[in-house]
């Protein structure tokens, strides 16, 4: 089939991959505009953008699509079979999903109706989740609303970071994404209308809610902190310094009568905090202006005396 591909961060590159290594056939590739990156602020290509021009498919990236009379007559004059859209990044109007002959077909990166949004992987790790998946589904006019064609799904593991599931479901997104349109292209396809009563949403999350709060539960907060790794990435304060928590364990059994957020002892295994319920042993940290470090590292450089408080921005 004929494809227009709309898309922009990695996650939606490589579904685009894995549509040039198909059977059908990408015309045409939509995404945001390149923007100033690093100190330098030159201008950046999205990924997606970077991918397709590789593989000598036309892009285009319009700086608005509502009411974009431009846009919508190149879209038509490319009389394709499906639109494929992930993680685009812009909503798309009426008057453009109507556009492919076979409708609008979207990657989602969680088991819908769960997780609609912007930051469903994040999430799904955060909540601690013990499985999360992708989607493709039949757009409509609401954000992650349509109906699903086809799932699959993933086992999040103690070791999984929303950096690693995001890689593994930007793989599956990738492949759902082609048997999907091979099922359309056969006419052999399902459309399953969602719950509404088990949707939930997840919006966008910014730098500050990475923030630690020690008075938590050991679960919640080891899965807090993989949540939010790489990005926004879960920090403290250490004498009033950012730290960065890159990696670490869970301590369930640990009886310490302190308060949460207090240094209990350090070791080369690392840094062990307390919780809530229990502790956390901090094993990978950044200090604000340094480099990430193994806490074995950091600790020979820096001692951190046993009953220091963190979480003190001062």
Known sequence: MKIVFMGTPDFAAMSLKKLIESKHEVALVVTKEDKPANRGYELQMTPVKKLALENNIEVITPSKVKGNLELEEKLKSIDADVFCVVAYGKILPKNILDIPKK?????????????????????????????????????DEGVDTGDIIKVSEYNITDDDTAETVFDKLALMGGELLVDTLNDIENDNYTRTKQNEEEATHCGMLSKKDGEINFDMPTKKLFSFVRGMTPWPSAYTYLDGKMLKVIDLKKVLDDKTNAAPGTVINTSDDGVLV?????????????????????????????????????????
Not at 113 to 136: C, H, L, M, W
Request: hydrophobic fraction near 35%; proline fraction near 4%.
């Open 103 to 139: 409708g609008c077909i979207n990657v989602h990166g969680s088991l819908l109706p769960k997780y609609r949004g912007s930051a469903p992987i994040q999430f799904a790790v955060i909540n601690g989740d013990e499985k999360t998946g992708v989607t493709t589904m039949f757009m």
């Open 274 to 314: 307390k919780t809530n319920d229990g502790a956390i042993l901090i094993t990978k940290l950044q200090l604000e202006g340094k480099k990430a470090m193994d806490a074995s590292d950091f600790l020979r450089g820096r001692k951190i005396p046993d009953g220091t408080i963190l979480g003190i921005n001062e």
